[in-house]
């Protein structure tokens, strides 16, 4: 059964792993593609590669599929908005929108170079912001379309990454907004946080920033062990939940944050209130006090992160 016979679909730095996974099961399923990678490499400034998205596009076409490929950066409000025009030139219409590109820049916060926030933030969020503001023009006029945008484990807080969470989690934020947006008009959007081993943005800086982490005994991201999974997470399992977000299965689903991980899958839950206090006439810092030693809202918070810091 081809889930998605004749949609059309533009996938952001499809050339290699997860986004390769992707658009090969997009065009498994019927899909039209726009492969775009402009085939760098994870820190944002390796040279590009043209023969990347062209070999994606030449892979799915030999098995029976349509493709073009697309080799501009998505970083550049030019190269993304190019992307989508792609799909309306090969294909006239786009269906389908999975912003996938991304690139890694660790340093603790202290030493993170201008650059390193600026690149994070062009690849991941701004790019998004970008194909989703130009292919939203699309889909409106359509009264249909599926966005999935990538955020990652790392936006619940990772040492070292704060560039990155800043983009990813701002992803989320961005996600949550555009599905109301664009609800009215039959279109929806997700994100979705991947962990998938052997790729390109799984470099020897990130194992550094997971060995700190280890070192000083932080909780490593979340309530799951990212260091021991069951299985090798394969792009394949994050491209199979990707790919049915955007499936008529999944017409009822946007606005919502996923995880995903080899055999795993999880639905994040929308952010809550899980403690409130009223104090009458507004809070004064002597009310705080008494809050704090009524152990209800703050008293009893664990610390998990702040130590007594050894003499500079
Ligand atoms: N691999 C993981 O465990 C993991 C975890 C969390 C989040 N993610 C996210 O999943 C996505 C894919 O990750 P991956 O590990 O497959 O990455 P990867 O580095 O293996 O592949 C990313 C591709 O994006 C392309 N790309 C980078 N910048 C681009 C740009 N400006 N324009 C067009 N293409 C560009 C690269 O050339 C590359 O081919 C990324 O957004 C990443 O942040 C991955």
Redesign the pocket.
Known sequence: MQRLKDKVAVV?????????AEAMLLAAQGAKLVV???????Y?T?P??DS?AEAVAREIREAGGEAVAHC????TRE?AEAAIARAIDAYGRIDILI??????RPARIDRMTDEDWRLCM???LT?SFHTCRAAAAHMIGQRSGVIVN?????GFGHWGMSN?SAA?EGLLGFTRSIARDLGEFGIRCNLI?????L????TPEIQDTIDQSARLGLPLLWNRPMAAPRMT?L?EH?AALVVWLCTDAAAHISGRDFFIQGDEVALIPEPEAIRTSIHPGGWTLDALDEEANRAYIFGDIPNRFVRQAPPA
């Open positions: 952001t730095g499809a050339g290699r792993n997860i986004g390769r775009n990678d402009l085939g760098g490499g994870p944002g390796e590009g590669d990347l501009s950066s998505v970083a190269g912003n996938n590109a991304g690139i890694v062009d690849v991941s790019a990538t955020g990652s484990p790392s990155y990813k946080r991947p962990v998938s081993h790729t390109g943005t799984y997470a792009p994050v």
